[in-house]
């Protein structure tokens, strides 16, 4: 059955798995809905992206080096592609909320670490 939400799927090295949303109402249903609790939560900081997920399986644990692949895919599914190093949000997924009546897109973030990183997607 297809999904009505464009969500698009990476893989990492270590057989992680990564999603980033396409559009607003895709970052929500990400965000709020497939995401969960101990899962990564990133995006590039003070301008427009995809809201993107690191899959943490249950037992798993998410090495510095993973996380800031992750957040490369964040940088480059935003307004930052083109530019050098991104400050990118990162969080877990317990820690992203929607705020009542925001617009698609929109979720509060608390306990964020940012990642300096460079746009880009994994090898294939």
Not at 9 to 38: F, M, R, Y
């Amino acid at each position: 059955m297809p999904s009505q939400y464009n969500i698009i799927e990476h893989e990492l090295p270590g057989g992680w798995t990564v999603l980033a949303g396409k559009t607003d109402v895709d970052n929500d249903h990400l965000s709020i809905k497939l995401a969960k609790p101990n899962d990564f939560w990133f995006h590039v900081r003070g301008m427009p992206g995809s809201h993107v997920v690191l899959k943490v399986e249950k037992g798993k644990e998410a090495g510095r080096e993973t996380l800031k692949q992750a957040a490369a895919i964040a940088a480059y599914y935003s307004k930052a592609r083109n530019g050098g190093l991104a400050p990118v949000s990162c969080t877990q997924a317990r820690y992203v909320t929607k705020p009542r009546g925001a617009k698609p897109g929109l979720v509060k973030i608390r306990k964020e670490f940012p990642l300096k990183v460079r746009p880009a997607l994994p090898e294939p």
